[in-house]
Each structure stands twice: as structure tokens, then as C-alpha cells.
């Protein structure tokens, strides 16, 4: 007995076999597997945290800046060294919210302004009431703070500190909450 033999014989060959389409309609439906449901969920999440956090951690150093009044625990004298301040002396700068920044230098009050973009800071226009101060040490301290204001580049903040760096990326002034 041949194949030709099993072919009904009113029927051509071609028709003999199931078409294509009807196999495929009774195919039952692939699923997708809960790695693609995963990998979706991650995408969407990092796109609402692209969306919403980075332009809120931009705001995070001029938020936290501004959140209160800072105490020096530290300044850069004219050879770069951090030097720790007394806490008697208690020197201070305040950030407000219109850019202008005031403080106390340990002889006299001052005013200026200041630009922060991310954790890029600019501190301009210190103008002091020049209170004389009471020792040689004291005005040294004074005009090295003002010198480090003024040469501030950039800054960081976290765990109530504040940390300001120059141009070069070496810390220069370091405060706290």
C-alpha cells in the first residue's frame, strides 16, 4: 500500500492537510511571564522617580541651606588648613529664601548674597559693620572666614553639617546645625 493510496480520491493533495490559520486559531495564547511584568513595573518607577525626585534633589543643598541658622565649627586659614573655632565665638551665617545671607563673623555682623544651582554655590557682596575686634587672632579669623565666603564653589550638606568647598575641591568652611 502507497501514501496515494490513503488520499481520498476526490481530493486534491494540497487540501488533504489542516490550513495554517485554523492551527494557529486553536493555538492556546502565549502569556507573558512575570519577568515582563516586573521589568514594566521597574521602568514606570524609575520614570515617576526621574520625574519627581531629581528636580527635588536639585533644591536639596538650598533647601537644607536655608533650613537654619549655622554655627562654624571650621575655616580654611590663608594656607588651606582647617582650623576648629572656639564655641565661645559662636560665628554664624544665616541662608534666606530672596538670596541674601547675614551672619556673625565673631567681631561683626554682615550681609551678602548668594546663588546655589544643585550644589554649585556663588557668595557675593559681604559688607560687614568692621566692629573692631578684640584681639590680632580675632581679625585674622575674620578676614580668613570672609576670604573663604567669597571663594566658595560648591557645597554639601547631610546630618545637620555643612560643608563649603573652592574652586580646587578642598573644604573650606564647615558648619553645623
Given at each position: ?65 536655608m ?23 559662636r ?73 563649603f ?7 573650606t ?5
Open positions: 500500500m502507497s501514501d496515494s493510496d490513503n488520499i481520498p480520491e476526490n481530493v486534491e493533495p494540497e487540501e488533504f492537510y489542516e490550513d495554517d490559520d485554523e492551527l494557529d486559531e486553536n493555538k492556546p495564547e502565549e502569556k507573558m511571564g512575570i519577568s515582563f511584568y516586573i521589568a514594566i513595573v521597574i521602568i514606570i518607577s524609575l520614570a515617576i522617580l526621574v520625574m519627581f525626585l531629581v528636580p527635588a534633589l536639585k533644591n536639596t543643598a538650598s533647601t537644607e541651606m533650613s537654619r541658622t549655622w554655627i562654624l565649627d571650621a575655616y580654611a586659614d590663608p594656607t588651606g588648613t582647617l582650623q576648629t573655632v572656639n564655641l565661645v565665638d560665628i554664624t551665617i544665616q541662608f534666606g529664601q530672596n538670596g541674601i545671607i547675614q551672619g556673625f563673623s565673631g567681631c561683626s555682623l554682615f550681609t551678602g548674597t548668594y546663588v546655589v544651582d544643585s550644589t554649585a554655590v556663588t557668595i557675593t557682596g559681604l559688607n560687614a559693620t568692621r566692629r573692631a575686634c578684640p584681639d590680632t587672632l580675632s581679625t585674622q579669623r575674620e578676614m580668613a572666614y570672609f576670604d573663604d565666603l567669597l571663594n566658595v564653589s560648591s557645597v554639601r550638606t547631610g546630618n545637620q553639617t555643612l560643608l568647598y573652592d574652586a580646587r575641591g578642598n573644604a568652611l564647615k558648619f553645623r546645625g
